[in-house]
């Protein structure tokens, strides 16, 4: 599986932004998808992530009621919106696939994802 991020720019804050992730292979639907983020100078954080099966979505209490992640199955995509963006959202967003993985799962297991993709910089201004 090999990931591709896209969408991000730059924003003002409280302006709203999506990024995406497309996917290449077949068995899209088999992994659980996440949203990571990193800020300069800090350590990869979990943002979002949605379940392989169920489509159950799982959130950073940061971005509860300002983000949403969804996926497609159709298209092979996962997209995460991101509504009332703050300048601490400001970072490099990449998204990650562990096969078979529940949303909650994936929130602890950042070390533990099967694929990662590139990253997209978004950048809110204040």
């Known amino acids: 599986v090999q990931l591709q991020a896209s969408g991000g720019g730059l924003v003002q804050a409280g302006g709203s932004l999506r990024v995406s992730c497309a996917a290449s292979?077949?068995?899209?639907?088999?992994?659980?998808m996440g949203w990571f983020r990193q800020s300069p100078g800090k350590e990869r954080e979990f943002v979002a992530a949605?379940?392989?099966?169920?489509?159950?979505?799982y959130y950073v209490d940061s971005v509860k009621g300002r983000f949403t992640i969804s996926r497609d199955n159709a298209k092979n995509t996962v997209y995460l919106q991101m509504n009332n963006l703050k300048p601490e959202d400001t970072a490099v967003y990449y998204c990650a696939a562990r096969y078979k993985t529940t949303a909650q799962t994936m929130a602890r297991m950042i070390g533990g994802m099967d694929y990662w993709g590139n990253g997209t910089l978004v950048t809110v201004s204040s």
């Open positions: 292979g077949r068995t899209f639907s088999t992994y659980g």
């Open positions: 949605i379940g392989w099966s169920l489509g159950i979505t």
